[in-house]
């Protein structure tokens, strides 16, 4: 779910679209209780690093898979099986 922000409509109308359930309830009453632009930065920066790691430890995964098919006798067409399955 997106934190609240504002709707635009191109005609001169604008709209507050809620984020959180106090905005939710009550759009002009208390204060917005969504995650700050600090906090969302800080929850993206968290989920990029670990997508970076997680992608760190397919890439090596995936390469002891390639060095094990190309070692087995029948490695090239394990590799053109799969390229085919694939689409490449
Ligand atoms: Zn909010």
Do not use: N
Request: hydrophobic content about 40%; charged content about 20%; some cysteine.
């Amino acid at each position: 779910m997106q934190p609240c922000h504002w709707y635009d409509d191109g005609h001169g109308g604008r709209y507050l679209v809620p984020g959180c359930a106090t905005r939710a309830h009550d759009p002009d009453g208390e204060t917005c209780t969504c995650p700050t632009l600090a906090d969302q930065l800080a929850k993206a920066r968290s989920e990029i690093a670990a997508l970076r790691k997680a992608k760190k430890s397919f890439d090596h995964w995936h390469t002891a898979i390639l060095v094990a098919v190309h070692a087995h006798p029948d490695g090239v067409q394990i590799m053109k099986s799969a390229a085919a399955q694939a689409g490449v």
